[in-house]
């Protein structure tokens, strides 16, 4: 029997189509991700990219320093061992992210800890085959209508380096990161040179004692229009045709600096002292499961077909958050299309009758 609604996707996008379909009695299973290898190397493993940070100040409603007695009555216990014990201004990522998918369990909502490897949307019952951890771990389901939120991952340079201070003062979300303490009246270092690198340096550059824009050309690949108010701002430096070698820092302060190489000059390196590290040299849409089935943009996310709607050009397939918006990317506003994600698909499926 054919499954009425499949949700890919773990972030806050998919378990708010989880909560509004559970709540719709649309029955909705989440495929949420495979605990694999790959997806944590990758940064995709279930839960999402909030479940890579730490504090999490800017979801609204989450004003406390201390949720642990909530937690602790909201989560259950095997999974509590995932929370970390930091407590900041608001909740933790991992925390937010438990709860989301708590709150979608506690109406009804399954979940499998797949990856949906190959679909097929050319059929109607469309056709999803998963994979677990486990070799030969598959199955192979029918959904009447499939919300996608598979999210996207920040790219990284691909340095140890950067690896070991993720949380510690690399990051690549300036909005997200960048009013924390650590990074306040510091100078830090962006990563990149497009129009990205350029937002994200002149948000910090609120924050900051100083910017610094580490480019491996001498000339910004950004919008003249960017980059023109990039160099116009006193507090920006770009450091032109430079590299980072590596981020420097130790285990009690985090990241303190960045070591750079002269992208010609073999054997010219200079050492930049910093408190934070943003990476800014985009993102990857997790669509590489969807080549040939769904139209994606040039840079491989899912194109929405109707202003204000979640539609795709597949009728019955929905998306929602970052998979198809690399613009906001926010756990606010993936959880908002999650939502709209959710209705569009229960009213498609009541107007075709599959109620
Ligand atoms: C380090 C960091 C800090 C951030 N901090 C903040 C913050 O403070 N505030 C904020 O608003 N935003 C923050 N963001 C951005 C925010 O995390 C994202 O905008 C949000 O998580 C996007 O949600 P999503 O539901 O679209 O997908 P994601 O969170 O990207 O989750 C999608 C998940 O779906 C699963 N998935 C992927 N492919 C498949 C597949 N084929 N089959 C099954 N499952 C799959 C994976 O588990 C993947 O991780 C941060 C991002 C990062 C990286």
Redesign the pocket.
Known sequence: MSEKVVI???????WAAAIYTARANLEPLV???AETED?RQKG???????A??TE????PGFPVANLGGYLAAAISEERRYRLADHRGHGVS?PELMELMRQQAVNFGTRVLT????DIDLSRHPFRLTTAGADEGDRQSIEALAVIV??????NYLGLPSEDKFKNAGV???AV??GALPRFRNKPLVVIGGGDSAMEEAGYLSKFASKVFIVHRRDKFRASKIMADRVLANPKIEPKWNSVVEEVLGDDARGVTGVRLRHAEQAGQTEVIEAAGYFAAIGHTP?TD?LKGQLTLNAKGYIAWTTPQRTYTNVEGVFA????ADDYY????T?AGS?CMAALDAERWLAAKGFE
């Open positions: 890919i996707g773990s972030g806050p996008a998919g495929v949420e991700g997806n995709t493993l279930p839960l999402g990219q909030l890579l940070t999490v100040e800017n979801y990522g797949h990856d949906v490897v939120a598979t999210g996207a991952r920040a990051s690549a979300c997200c990161d997790n499961f929602a958050g970052d998979v990317r926010q756990a606010i993936a999650g």
